[in-house]
């Protein structure tokens, strides 16, 4: 066994500091410091931390039963299964572990539907540039990214990149093998670029009239974040498939693909599995999400604080010029360019309590809990201010020595 190599694959680039607990917007690290968590997992804790409802409910089934498997009926996953249908476009769901799993799920079932009615040579699937959809060598060829490919490989063929917005690209790509279009409403990982209501309705346009899958991936755009339950809600397009993950067990591992009954025809007994995808566990973290999320007055107050943070986020940019070129976004998927690099400001802002991420386009990504009131939204503007304030005395002091 070598001693020099770490127990744990160093594939991530980790901070120094980790986390012992966390309440609401709130985390309390390993140096003592507490934190607030406009990160939340990269997207994933939408109702926080240690959330009551959710700690009740999941710890209620622990004292129950964990495990059993997909060849026996799960009374949770059904009642997951049918929440989600009626609150979607949906007419199913396949249950999984992750985002890329259901994405993985939703490229088979792309290709499944033209096989099933006799054209199975139609399996090619467009995606955009700067897109992201998971970690596993199908779903790395769909986002198209070099950085994540190299080294893996030949990529997984059947995947066709076009431009973000170019909608003359769009269409001239789809020839006789295009079986679907898969597409974030907003691109996070991406540079947090929202796509026009008249593009994605545009796309619709695309795949109905050459018999295509219109595919929206909304693992991160989805459960709420942008204010309504699903991001697409926004502009008036359904898809016939959509991958959701994150937020929908709000940290504790589930994944799942929505479809139309007409979509997901050719998914029958044998087609697709997990050992693990919708056991009890998930599916009362998955019940009590949306317990709360579909209760009365939740998303609205959602867009609200959602519209006022990204008003503060704009005078942010409007005081610190040097710093920020934009803020962008939509609900409470929001970013800020920098002018300097991003992992400065990202790690300048964590020196002041505030815990964001990075994304594409130097972007710093603002990924606020959906609980968050307005004296949150206050403290973490101050904090930002407070972090340009130090990387400007830090780079006079820098002038100064050289």
């Not at 609401?24 to 968590?37: E, F, I, S, V």
């Not at 995606?127 to 060829?141: I, P, Q, S, Y």
Request: hydrophobic share 40%; aromatic share 6%; glycine share 12%.
């Amino acid at each position: 066994m070598s001693t020099d190599f770490p127990a744990v694959m160093p594939t991530y680039a980790r901070a120094e500091v980790g986390f012992e607990r966390g309440e609401g917007p709130y985390l309390w690290g390993t140096d003592g410091k507490r934190y607030l968590d406009f990160a939340c997992g990269i997207a994933v804790t939408g109702l926080g931390h240690a959330h009551p409802h959710l700690v009740a409910q999941v710890g209620a089934q622990m004292h129950k039963v964990w495990h059993t498997s997909n060849i026996f009926p799960i009374p949770q996953q059904q009642r997951l299964a049918e929440r989600l249908v009626a609150a979607t476009f949906a007419d199913t769901v396949f249950f999984a572990n992750s985002g890329a799993e259901a994405n993985e799920c939703g490229i088979k079932l792309v290709r499944k539907y033209h096989a099933h009615h006799g054209n199975p040579q139609r399996y090619r699937i467009i995606t955009f540039e700067g897109a992201f959809h998971g970690r596993t060598l199908a779903t790395l060829a769909a986002g198209g990214q070099q950085k994540y490919l190299e080294g893996f490989g030949p990529r997984v063929e059947g995947f066709d990149q076009v431009p973000f917005g170019d909608h003359k690209a769009l269409e001239a790509a789809i020839g006789p093998e295009t079986a679907g279009i898969l597409i974030e409403p907003i691109q996070g990982e991406g540079g947090i670029r929202p796509v026009p209501t008249q593009c994605l309705k545009g796309v619709r346009e695309l795949c109905d009239r050459h018999g295509l899958l219109l595919f929206f991936d909304e693992i991160q755009t989805g459960m709420g974040r942008s204010g309504k339950l699903f991001a697409h809600e926004w502009s008036g397009v359904s898809p016939d498939v959509m991958s959701v993950a994150k937020a929908l067990g709000n940290g504790f591992p589930v994944g799942a693909c929505l479809a139309t009954a007409k979509a997901a025809a050719g998914m029958t007994a044998g087609t697709h599995g997990s050992t693990y995808g919708g056991n009890p566990l998930a599916m009362s973290a998955g019940n009590a999400v949306l317990d709360v999320m579909l209760a009365p007055g939740f998303l609205e107050n959602v867009e609200r604080i959602a519209g006022h943070l990204k008003q503060q986020l704009a005078g942010l940019v409007s005081r610190n010029p040097d710093m920020f070129e934009d803020a962008r976004g939509s609900g409470l998927l929001l970013g800020l360019k920098c002018k300097g690099p991003n992992q400065d400001m990202i790690l300048a802002v964590r020196k002041q309590g505030l815990l964001t991420a990075g994304a594409g386009d130097n972007v710093m990504r603002i990924l606020a809990p959906l609980i968050v009131t307005a004296e949150h939204v206050s403290e973490a503007v101050e904090k930002i201010d407070a972090a340009c304030a130090d990387l400007r005395a830090n780079a006079a002091a820098a002038r100064k020595a050289g």
